[in-house]
C-alpha cells in the first residue's frame, strides 16, 4: 500500500483541522491504519488507530475527545478529524498501514509495526 497524506496546515488554538491519508494498493481494505505524529527534537509517538474493520478505535490518552479516527474503504482513505486543537498538538503527522497479522493486541501502537507509510503533513497550531 502506498500513502498520500494531506491536510495539515496553521491554526490557532481551539481550531480544527481534518487530515486525509489516501492510499492506493490492493491491500487497503484489510490494513489496520494508524496516525503518528513527531514534534522537532521528539521522538514519533502514536496518535490514533482504526481496525480494517471499523471497530474500537484507539487514541492516545492526550488527543481522546478531541481527534476522530475514520476510514472509507470505498475511497482508500483515512482520515484524522482534530478539533479543539493545542499548542502541543504541533507536529508533523504520518498515516501508516499495516495488513498483517501480529502477535501482540497493542502492535499498533509502534511505528516499526507498520509497513507502509505517508509523507507526512505538517500541523502548526498557534497560540
Known amino acids: 500500500v502506498q500513502l498520500q497524506a494531506s491536510g495539515g496546515g496553521s491554526v490557532q488554538a481551539g481550531g480544527s483541522l481534518r487530515l486525509s491519508c489516501a492510499a492506493s494498493?490492493?491491500?487497503?481494505?484489510?490494513?489496520?491504519m494508524g496516525w503518528f505524529r513527531q514534534a522537532p527534537g521528539k521522538e514519533r509517538e502514536f496518535v490514533a488507530f482504526?481496525?480494517?474493520?471499523?471497530?474500537?478505535?484507539r487514541y492516545v490518552d492526550s488527543v481522546k475527545g478531541r481527534f476522530t479516527i475514520s476510514r472509507d474503504n470505498a475511497k482508500n482513505t483515512v482520515y484524522l478529524q482534530m478539533n479543539s486543537l493545542k499548542p502541543e498538538d504541533t507536529a508533523v503527522y504520518y498515516c501508516a498501514g499495516d495488513s498483517r497479522t501480529h502477535g501482540f493486541s497493542w502492535w499498533y501502537q509502534r511505528s516499526e509495526e507498520y509497513e507502509s507509510w505517508g509523507q507526512g503533513t505538517q500541523v502548526t497550531v498557534s497560540s
Open positions: 494498493g490492493h491491500s487497503f481494505s484489510n490494513s489496520g
Open positions: 482504526i481496525s480494517w474493520s471499523d471497530s474500537k478505535p
